[in-house]
């Protein structure tokens, strides 16, 4: 694998990963000497081809997919051990469909882990789980209403300020874009880029919208050939010399993403 060196501590260290899954068709294996670090403060996006395991990965980062060999730590610790251990303080994930139980509120939504975990007093959980859905950009005239009542882009609001209401330093996001109109995608990337910078997290995403790549992505992990061929800076894996990486950057989709970044006005 190639990597480009980063002096930041390391927050998730893969080593030698073999992802196996078994059948009635037979054995499959997905990853085969995986290796992967992630460091503090990256905006690391992890891409490949359909069937690649780049949401086997972030499974295995939540220590729900135990590896069949090799190793996943976590800030510190084996993935699976630290889910075991209420890890979910660590850890906040954004699912590509928001997972919000549609029998609770908003409110409720948010409060959930807190509840489960905390044992704090109910006020004291309201009070976060308000500050959280402000953070993310709703008011609190949004606080009682149920998921039905919700926009695609509101769910996916809701969803982050859950996976961020323990104060987590990773968060996983499983398609954070998908499904979302241009202006609300682009509304979307602003709110994850603010809050990446402002609360110093260390973030992992997968997606296939490569709009959201450049416009986030301090760092890509390639996933092909069963490893991770180079984790490095956009611009380093742009000139990574493999098919799979001229076919998925540097084809007709890539050019257009690539050139609608550079015509987008830059905030400030």
């Known amino acids: 694998m190639t ?5 930041a501590p390391v927050v998730v260290d893969i080593d030698g990963l073999w992802s196996v899954f078994k059948s ?11 290796n992967l670090r ?20 972030l499974r295995q980062m939540l220590g729900l997919e135990t590896a069949h060999q090799g190793r996943v730590t976590v800030l510190g610790q084996p993935a699976g051990a630290m889910a075991a251990l209420g890890g979910a303080a660590q850890v906040g994930m954004l699912f590509q469909h928001g997972a919000l139980f549609s029998a609770f509120s908003v409110l409720d939504n948010i409060a959930f ?3 489960e975990l905390r044992g704090l007093p109910p006020d004291l959980v309201r009070d976060v789980a308000m500050v959280k859905l402000q953070m993310v950009g709703l008011d609190a005239s949004h606080a009682h209403k149920m998921p039905a009542d919700l926009s695609g882009g509101m769910i996916k609001r809701v969803a982050l300020a859950r996976a ?10 499983d398609e954070p874009t998908a499904g979302l109109d241009p202006d609300s ?5 602003q709110l994850l880029r603010s809050l990446h910078a402002e609360l110093g997290l260390t973030i992992v995403m997968v997606t296939h919208d490569l709009d959201t790549l450049f416009e986030l992505s301090t760092r890509v992990a390639v996933v092909a050939e069963k490893r991770v061929l180079i984790n490095a800076p956009v611009q380093d894996v ?20 690539m050139g609608l970044l550079q015509e987008r006005p830059q905030s400030v």
């Open 185 to 189: 995608s682009d509304a979307f990337c």
């Open 238 to 257: 742009l000139a990574y010399d493999h098919p799979f990486v001229r076919d998925f950057f540097l084809g007709g989709r890539g050019h257009r993403a």
């Open 38 to 57: 992630i460091h503090r403060g990256d905006f690391l996006t992890i891409v490949g081809g359909s069937g690649s395991g780049k949401t086997v990965l």
């Open 3 to 7: 990597q480009v060196a980063s002096s």
């Open 24 to 34: 009635l068709q037979g054995t499959a294996v997905i990853h085969q000497d995986l």
């Open 113 to 115: 882990p807190l509840r």
């Open 164 to 173: 961020l209401v323990l104060d987590p330093p990773l968060l996983l996001l």
